[in-house]
């Protein structure tokens, strides 16, 4: 394989995720609110530094000499107001109710992302091992998993888990998980007109656009959603009604079809992000 072919795979492989990436980040970053209001502009001083953070090497009433983590020895002179605080190392067994804390634990939005992470990887695995890498079952949970970049991307983009992050997350996994189907519904199309069997694969695949779509219209008139994230489910089940129609007579290049889908999922990060903005 040369480096074209490989650099190619590469992209196409990442691009995905990229995309998903950028859309919860967008949308986590304009749907971000102040939680509190602004802090008030510190009058200036000249008495040095408003504060240091360092190793204490000695004290003598109200002096004391700090050596910062930069390696900079400081000696200082505290005022009668100056408040202190120590950080001590200990055991987690040591700890009771009431201490501050300032630790290296997992933050909990990692630990959400994580655990639904390995449930999703081991869904995958085991319907691979059951009906196929490549069944419909396998690539869903795959593609489930996939998303999970959209909450890391809020998590980027807001610094916690939101309940609005987990509907970017679902309406992501509905909408690549419906692109995967209509990819994998096109192809078993051509093979129909030779296998007739292979006819209830469209059939699924247009029911299953349109039940995604009266799904999210549902919440759009719950007032859960904003009608402008309605539009590319839209788009996508015309398109699959469309494709699906016409797919064992006329041609196409899976290349084509690849990018048709790149352009919708564009359309889809542009509408999504502009839904949860307004």
């Known amino acids: 394989m040369d480096n074209s072919n490989l650099l190619t795979r590469v992209l196409a492989a990442g691009l995905p995720l ?42 003598s ?29 200990i055991a987690a067994t040591e700890l009771k109710p009431g201490d501050w804390v300032n630790g290296g634990a997992i933050p909990h939005a990692d630990t959400v992302l994580a655990l639904v992470g390995l449930v999703l990887f081991a869904a995958r ?12 079952a396998a690539e869903l949970m795959g593609t489930a998993g996939l998303t999970l970049s959209a909450l890391a991307g809020w998590i980027a983009a807001t610094g916690g888990l939101t309940p609005e992050a987990f509907w970017v997350w679902g309406l992501n996994a509905l909408f ?18 030779r296998r007739p069997e292979d006819n209830g694969t469209a059939r699924f695949a247009v029911f299953f656009h349109f039940l995604i779509l009266v799904f999210v219209v549902l919440l759009v008139f719950a007032r859960w959603l904003s009608p402008l994230v309605a539009v590319p489910f839209l788009l996508a089940a015309v398109r699959a009604a469309h494709g699906m129609r016409s797919a064992p007579e006329a041609p196409f290049a899976l290349r084509r079809l690849g990018w048709s889908e790149v352009a919708l999922s564009l359309v889809f990060a542009a509408f999504i992000t502009a839904g949860f903005r307004w």
């Open 61 to 89: 009433g109200d002096d004391m000499t700090v050596v910062t983590a930069e390696g900079e020895s400081l000696k200082l002179r505290l005022l009668p107001d100056a408040q202190i605080e120590v950080l001590t190392p």
């Open 176 to 193: 690549f998980g419906s692109g995967v189907l209509y990819v994998k519904s096109r192809i078993q199309a051509r093979r129909a007109v």
């Open 18 to 59: 990229l995309v998903i990436a950028l859309i919860a980040g967008a949308a986590g970053y304009v749907n971000k609110k102040a939680d509190h209001a602004p802090v008030p502009a510190l009058a200036a001083q000249d008495s040095g530094p408003g504060g240091v953070r360092g190793s204490l090497q000695s004290v």
């Open 125 to 136: 695995v085991w319907w691979g091992r059951r009906g196929g890498d490549r069944s419909l």
